[in-house]
């Protein structure tokens, strides 16, 4: 069972992360209304993996739905974004043990908790959008739970897998898209297919916003 949220960290330092990233990163989150009818409900939030302040930006947009994050284990030893990591709820992944994590975001969303991973299954190298894993189809097939798209555009910019520290004032947008049930006979593959070609214009969508 995860534990809850200290009071201090939910009204106090997220919404804190929330101005900040307002403030450096001019942060727009497009269509958050897409949200609103899973408070209190559990959902999965799938999309791209641009850079160190994904899960800030998410934490931004997402701060009364609670969610718990799918995280690489070694970014907690990270100096800087290990502690940001730190503020939402978070599901380590240990190398090699990617069924079992998987496993336990199945019963996460069974128990109604909302949860978010990055189906590329690493920060993408290029600021393009990678190959998808099956993870979101295996989780969606096993709960029968809503799958929500988004893309962040902007983050590679601002804060890329190679950077040590982030480029400020490089303009932030996530888009969020309209949900993808569950649907009976559907591939974990075809689902994925399906997902990646929302997300895909979502970040079209989110880079049109950037360059306008």
Same mark, same amino acid.
């Given at each position: 069972?995860?534990?809850?949220?200290?009071?201090?960290?939910?009204?106090?330092?997220?919404?804190?992360?929330?101005?900040?990233?307002?403030?450096?990163?001019?942060?727009?989150?497009?269509?958050?209304?897409?949200?609103?009818?899973?408070?209190?409900?559990?959902?999965?939030?799938?999309?791209?993996?641009?850079?160190?302040?994904?899960?800030?930006?998410?934490?931004?947009?997402?701060?009364?739905?609670?969610?718990?994050?799918?995280?690489?284990?070694?970014?907690?030893?990270?100096?800087?974004?290990?502690?940001?990591?730190?503020? +939402?709820?978070?599901?380590?992944? *240990?190398? &090699? !043990?990617?069924?079992? $994590? #998987?496993?336990?975001?199945?019963?996460?969303?069974?128990?109604?908790?909302?949860?978010?991973?990055?189906?590329?299954?690493?920060?993408?190298?290029?600021?393009?959008?990678?190959?998808?894993?099956?993870?979101?189809?295996?989780?969606?097939?096993?709960?029968?739970?809503?799958?929500?798209?988004?893309?962040?555009? +902007?983050?590679?910019?601002?804060? *890329?897998? &190679? !950077?040590?520290?982030? $480029? #400020?004032?490089?303009?932030?947008?996530?888009?969020?898209?309209?949900?993808?049930?569950?649907?009976?006979?559907?591939?974990?593959?075809?689902?994925?297919?399906?997902?990646?070609?929302?997300?895909?214009?979502?970040?079209?969508?989110?880079?049109?916003?950037?360059?306008?």
């Amino acid at each position: 069972m995860l534990k809850a949220m200290p009071v201090i960290i939910e009204r106090i330092i997220m919404p804190g992360i929330k101005t900040l990233m307002k403030w450096f990163f001019g942060l727009k989150i497009v269509d958050k209304d897409r949200l609103k009818p899973y408070r209190g409900k559990p959902f999965i939030l799938a999309g791209t993996h641009t850079g160190w302040l994904d899960i800030p930006t998410l934490l931004s947009a997402t701060r009364k739905h609670a969610l718990t994050f799918m995280v690489a284990e070694e970014v907690f030893s990270y100096p800087l974004v290990g502690k940001i990591v730190e503020f +939402g709820n978070t599901l380590p992944i *240990a190398k &090699n !043990k990617e069924l079992s $994590t #998987l496993k336990s975001l199945v019963k996460c969303l069974n128990e109604g908790v909302p949860i978010a991973i990055f189906p590329e299954g690493k920060l993408s190298e290029t600021g393009e959008i990678d190959q998808f894993q099956a993870g979101a189809g295996f989780l969606q097939r096993k709960t029968k739970i809503d799958i929500i798209p988004f893309a962040i555009s +902007g983050g590679f910019q601002a804060w *890329a897998y &190679n !950077k040590r520290f982030p $480029t #400020l004032f490089k303009k932030i947008v996530l888009t969020f898209g309209e949900p993808i049930p569950y649907e009976e006979g559907r591939s974990d593959e075809d689902t994925i297919a399906l997902l990646r070609s929302k997300v895909e214009a979502l970040k079209q969508s989110g880079d049109a916003v950037i360059t306008s």
